[in-house]
C-alpha cells in the first residue's frame, strides 16, 4: 500500500495529516508513505525531515496517481482523485453531502474521522475530534488573553493592584475544560457552564466554578425519552444565563452538535449588556451559525459598545505543530486498524470503528446517517 500526505489547501490552514515521526510505524507495517513536497511546511516540517524518516517526497500530480490512500486533514479535492482510491481525514459529511456524493461517484472509498464513535476506548487513540478540540480550547484562552485589554491575573504593583479578569466559559466538553485550565493558569476567575449537571466535577477539578441554573428543569418524558422544553422553560434559562454572561470580562463557547446549527448561547441582548472591553470567543462559529449572535467564523467584529466577538472557527489550525503532532497520531492509527496482514485497506463495516468512519465504499453512500439522509430526499422527490 501506498499512503500519501497531500498539501492542504484550504485558506489559514497550516497542519498537516503525518508528521516525520509517525512515519516509522507505517513502514513497518509494510506501508510505503509519499508526501507532497511542501506538505509539512506549515507545521514546520520541512521535505527533507520527511525523507530522513523514510517518506519519498514528490510532485503533487505523481503523488496522486500512485497513491492507494489519501491522507488529509480537511476536504480534499474529488476532482484529483480517482476510482479505486480511499481518502482519510475529517471530511464533515454531515454538513457537506455534496462531497460525500461527489466521493461515491467517483469510486472513492472516504473515511471520516469525525465520524468516529468516541464511547468506545479502543477507538480513543484515533479520536482526532479530542485531540483538536484540546488544542483548540488551549488556543481560545490564549486568544482571550490576547484581545481584552487587560491583565488575566490579579497584579499588585507600585502603581496601584489589577483585579483579575472574570471568564466564563460555556460547555464543559474536551474544548471548554481545556480552555478553563488555561485560563486558570492564566490567572483569571473562571467559571464553567453545561446542560450536563454530571460536567459539574471536572468543572470544579479544575479549580473553576460551575454555574447552576435555578430555572433548570427536568426534561424527562414518557418513557424515559427527553421532552422538549416549552418556549417559556427555554426563554427562563437563557434569561438567567444572560444574567451570568453580562458579570463577565471574557466569555469563550465551545457548544458544537455535529451537523447540525450549533446552538445560539450569547444572544444580541446580552452583548449590548456586556461591558466595554469584553471579549467573546466562539469556537461554535460555523457555516451553520455560531453560539454568539453575529458572529463569523474567521472573523473578529467590534460592536457598537466596545465588545469584541472572535468567530474562532479553526483555533487548531493556528496551533499547527502541536495540533499535527496529534492528529498525525490519530489517523495513523485508525489506518493501521484498517489495514489488513497482506497489507490492503480491510474493509469491514461490521467492525463499529469502521461502521462510524467509512462514508462511502463502492460507489455508494454507505454510512447509515448519510444513507437516510438520501432517502429522505429521493422520497421528497418523488
Known amino acids: 500500500m501506498k499512503a500519501a500526505v497531500i498539501k492542504e489547501t484550504a485558506p489559514g490552514e497550516h497542519r498537516v495529516a503525518l508528521v516525520p515521526e509517525g512515519i516509522g510505524k507505517l513502514t513497518a507495517a509494510g506501508i510505503e508513505v509519499l508526501v507532497e513536497r511542501g506538505a509539512g511546511v506549515g507545521s514546520w516540517f520541512t521535505d527533507a525531515a520527511y525523507a530522513q524518516a523514510g517518506a519519498v517526497v514528490m510532485d503533487a500530480d505523481e503523488l496522486y496517481q500512485q497513491a492507494d490512500v489519501v491522507l488529509t486533514v480537511g476536504k480534499p479535492d474529488p476532482a484529483r482523485l480517482h476510482a479505486g482510491q480511499a481518502v482519510i481525514g475529517m471530511l464533515a ?39 483538536q478540540a484540546n488544542v483548540a480550547g488551549y488556543k481560545a484562552a490564549i486568544v482571550a488573553a490576547e484581545r481584552f485589554g487587560r491583565f488575566f491575573p490579579m497584579l499588585i504593583t507600585a502603581a496601584g493592584t489589577a483585579r483579575p479578569a472574570r471568564v466564563l466559559v460555556l460547555g464543559a466538553g474536551v474544548a471548554g475544560l481545556q480552555a478553563i485550565g488555561t485560563a486558570r493558569r492564566l490567572g483569571a476567575i473562571v467559571s464553567g457552564y453545561d446542560v450536563r449537571p454530571a460536567s459539574k466535577a471536572e468543572v470544579e477539578s479544575l479549580g473553576a466554578t460551575f454555574i447552576s441554573l ?12 427527553a421532552r422538549e422544553l416549552t418556549d417559556s422553560e427555554r426563554q427562563a434559562q437563557q434569561d438567567e444565563l444572560t444574567a451570568h454572561i453580562v458579570r463577565h470580562d471574557i466569555v469563550i463557547t465551545t457548544a458544537q452538535v455535529p451537523g447540525r446549527r450549533p446552538p445560539l448561547l450569547v444572544t444580541e441582548d446580552a452583548i449590548k449588556a456586556m461591558s466595554g472591553g469584553s471579549v467573546i470567543v466562539d469556537m461554535g462559529a460555523s ?25 474562532a472557527g479553526s483555533l487548531a489550525a493556528s496551533v499547527p505543530t502541536a495540533a499535527s503532532n496529534a492528529y498525525s497520531r490519530n489517523i495513523s492509527a485508525l489506518l493501521l486498524h484498517m489495514v489488513s496482514a497482506d497489507g490492503a485497506l480491510a474493509m469491514d463495516l461490521s467492525d463499529e470503528i469502521q461502521a462510524g468512519v467509512v462514508i462511502t465504499s463502492g460507489g455508494e453512500l454507505v454510512h447509515p446517517a448519510l444513507v437516510k439522509e438520501a432517502a429522505n430526499v429521493d422520497g421528497a422527490g418523488n
Not at 214 to 225: C, I, L, P, W
Open 93 to 131: 459529511p454531515l454538513t457537506d453531502t455534496a462531497l460525500a456524493r461527489s466521493l461515491a461517484s467517483g469510486g472513492v472509498t472516504a473515511i471520516s474521522l469525525d465520524g468516529l464513535p468516541r464511547t468506545l476506548s479502543r477507538a480513543q487513540p484515533m479520536d482526532a475530534l479530542t485531540s
Open 214 to 225: 435555578t430555572s433548570a428543569v427536568s426534561a424527562v418524558g414518557d418513557g424515559g425519552y
Open 287 to 311: 457555516a451553520l451559525g455560531g453560539n454568539v449572535a453575529g458572529s463569523r467564523p474567521d472573523e473578529t467584529i467590534v460592536t457598537e459598545n466596545g465588545v469584541t466577538v472572535v468567530g
